[in-house]
């Protein structure tokens, strides 16, 4: 989402903003750093955590899907043990073989069962978090642009940004503010202290094109 703005952004400043500025006049310049206000605001952590809380719901789930799965491989593995057992007579073995075959089959079903929900609730997941940090995305942008007007700024360039090549954007610019701690202060102002995110705290995902589901 980053990406896709300041693409339209760069853009729209060569496509017409330049071209239309005055021979002799003087541009305000700024440059933002839209990732880390992005990483270190103090809802991004928030939701970041929230996120990480049902990520484990999810996985203590599964373990439990995958602790009856084994506890049914266990089963089966003494199954075949006794299938093995020369002095069993025919009547038992065949008893087993239908034991054997019964519990591989549910062993099979719980399997499946477990993979959908698997993906289909990290799907879910994935698209709520899209949204959650798109939002925020969307926050911080609306805050640039009141920024900008407040301050007079012609421009304001995300420095973070990168082409499709992954090279970046802003390779120089002469005489521009940066002004990306006053508005970190300003996004930070109000957040409780436990909100904010420290250096132990795993990086906030970005939001991505599109989301998908994991089938482990």
């Known amino acids: 989402m980053i990406r896709r703005f300041l693409t339209t952004a760069m853009a729209a400043v060569f496509a017409c903003g330049f071209a239309t500025a005055a021979p002799d006049s003087k541009l305000k310049i700024a440059t933002v750093d839209m990732q880390e206000l992005f990483k270190q605001y103090y809802r991004t952590n928030e939701a970041q955590k929230q996120i990480n809380v049902e990520r484990a719901r999810i996985q203590k789930d599964n373990n439990e899907r995958m602790a009856k799965i084994r ?3 266990t089963s089966l593995g003494n199954l075949r043990k ?4 020369p002095a069993i007579n025919d009547s038992r073995k065949q008893a087993l073989f239908k034991d054997s075959q019964v519990q591989n089959q549910e062993g099979i079903a719980l399997d499946r069962e477990r993979r959908e929900f698997l993906q289909r609730r990290n799907q879910l997941l994935n698209e709520k978090m899209q949204q959650r940090m798109k939002g925020i995305l969307e926050e911080i942008r609306k805050l640039v642009e009141e920024h900008a007007k407040a301050e007079d700024f012609d421009y304001v360039f995300d420095k973070s940004g990168v082409s499709l090549s992954q090279v970046p954007f802003l390779l120089y610019t002469k ?3 940066d002004i990306t701690t006053s508005l970190l202060k300003g996004l930070n ?3 409780p202290a436990d909100s904010l995110r420290t250096d132990s705290d795993p990086a906030p ?7 998908s589901g ?3």
């Open 82 to 85: 006794q299938l093995e057992d």
């Open 205 to 211: 995902e970005l939001p991505s094109p599109a989301p």
């Open 214 to 216: 994991g089938t482990p």
């Open 175 to 177: 005489d521009a503010t």
């Open 71 to 73: 506890d049914i491989e």
């Open 189 to 191: 102002k109000d957040a």
